[in-house]
């Protein structure tokens, strides 16, 4: 008998230390599942995160082309109105409508020449190229007065 309790006593430390074994091996095979879960997510959210940044870089860079351009529009705006108020200045200066009764040929051709710049103006906003003549004006009375900078880009006043 005191054989037989001996053996059952090495079985039972077998099965028991069998079971530990067991379950050490089933804790490792979990462990190593988690730690691949956890490396593919870790990949996924570095490769958000560059998506994201390169994402972010492209909106700044678009932020910055379009405040540059707005810059651009604002100072064209800012030089448009520069010329209305320089207008309205020389227009206020004068009385067109007694003007036009005592000297009708005079302002008839002061209106039409004007006209005819500012149509020359549309048409280069257009994209009508420049002449010759119109890039090598030297004289004020052969300058476009309506919009010099365009019409004529060599002219300094």
């Known amino acids: 008998m005191f054989l037989l309790g001996k053996i059952k006593m090495l079985v039972i430390m077998t099965v028991i ?12 095979q979990y462990t190593q599942q988690q730690i691949l879960i956890y490396a593919t997510n870790a990949a996924q959210a570095e490769q958000a995160a560059e998506e994201s940044n390169a994402a972010m870089e492209a909106i700044k ?31 206020s200066k004068h009385d067109l409508g007694q003007l036009a009764q005592a000297k009708p040929g ?14 020359r103006c549309i048409e280069i906003l257009s994209g ?4 010759e003549e ?5 004289k004020k009375s052969k300058a476009n007065n309506e919009c010099p900078g365009l019409a004529n880009p060599n002219y300094k006043p």
């Not at 379009?66 to 529009?73: S, Y």
């Not at 119109?134 to 030297?138: A, D, L």
């Open 106 to 119: 005079l302002v008839e051709k002061i209106i039409d020449k004007a006209g005819a710049n500012v149509m």
């Open 17 to 28: 230390i069998g079971a530990l074994g067991f379950g050490a091996w089933k804790y490792y």
């Open 61 to 91: 860079q678009d932020l910055e082309q379009v405040q540059k351009q707005f810059n651009e529009v604002s100072q064209e705006f800012a030089d448009a109105q520069s010329r209305v108020d320089t207008l309205e200045k020389k227009l």
């Open 134 to 138: 119109e890039i090598n004006v030297t």
């Open 128 to 131: 009508s190229p420049l002449t």
